[in-house]
């Protein structure tokens, strides 16, 4: 399936539209099967989204939340992707969700991932919708160009890989390339003129594209509804 650009005149539509869709996969989600999986991203892109979505009509008894990627720091740290969704989204209603957090008191993710991914087995599967985001680098979760795991953390058949990512500060633990493709939906979630045209850079026909952008690897393996959510 192609990719879909929905394109909003403020970062406020985007946030309080991409609500209204992200709802509308849980509630079919829920309708359907009795509950439903969400991953969502970190940086600092969706936490006027979380609160957005935080308001949505959903029984979130019935709904499982994780993060796609997460830097491997305490909950409390100011880096945590796990503060700024506690923050933003799993207050008022939406606290009655499920929190699976993908950090644990090991030193390193690379000893904490079986515990993740042991906890990650509570996450319907396949996802219902998952939400990536992007780095100006092209790349997305923690799928780094470069990052000397990267090729693992794309073919594992695990649902989580360790990651050193070559220039950011935390080591990071990250869903799979395989686990985030088999997601029922993927939703792009950018902003700014700069990520508009790196994206679009990386979608060209270029052969190119598919090694230097991990944004563009992820995509390309996405077998189910794909789109992109865009404010300048
Ligand atoms: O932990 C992270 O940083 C993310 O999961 C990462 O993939 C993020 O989505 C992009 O780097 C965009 O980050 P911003 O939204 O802060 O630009």
Not at 24 to 51: E, Q, W, Y
Not at 112 to 118: D, Q, S, T
């Amino acid at each position: 399936m192609s990719l879909q650009w929905h394109e909003f005149a403020s970062k406020e539509q985007l946030d309080a539209q991409l609500a209204v869709t992200l709802a509308n996969d849980l509630n079919a989600a829920i309708a359907a099967r009795g509950k439903a999986g969400i991953a969502v991203s970190g940086g600092r892109t969706p936490a006027g989204m979380f609160k957005a979505l935080g308001e949505q009509a959903i029984d979130w008894s019935k709904v499982v939340i994780t993060l796609v990627d997460e830097r491997w720091v305490p909950v409390d740290h100011a880096d945590s992707n796990e503060r700024t969704v506690r923050q933003n989204l799993l207050v008022g209603p939406a606290a009655a969700a499920t929190f699976i957090s993908p950090v644990s008191s090991a030193a390193t993710p690379h000893e904490g991932a079986a515990e993740i991914e042991a906890r990650l087995a509570a996450l319907p599967a396949p996802i219902d919708v998952l939400i990536l985001g992007m780095g100006d680098d092209g790349h997305t979760a923690s799928l780094f160009p470069n990052a000397e795991e990267l090729e693992a953390a794309c073919a594992s058949t695990a649902l989580v890989a360790a990651v050193t990512p070559p220039a950011a500060p935390h080591k990071r633990i990250t869903l799979t390339l395989p686990t985030i493709a088999k997601a029922r939906h993927v939703v792009v979630h950018i902003t700014g003129d700069g990520k508009k045209s790196l994206l679009e850079t990386a979608m060209t026909e270029q052969k190119t594209a598919v090694e230097q952008y991990p944004i563009r690897r992820v995509l390309d393996q996405v077998a189910g509804p794909k789109d992109v959510f865009w404010a300048a």
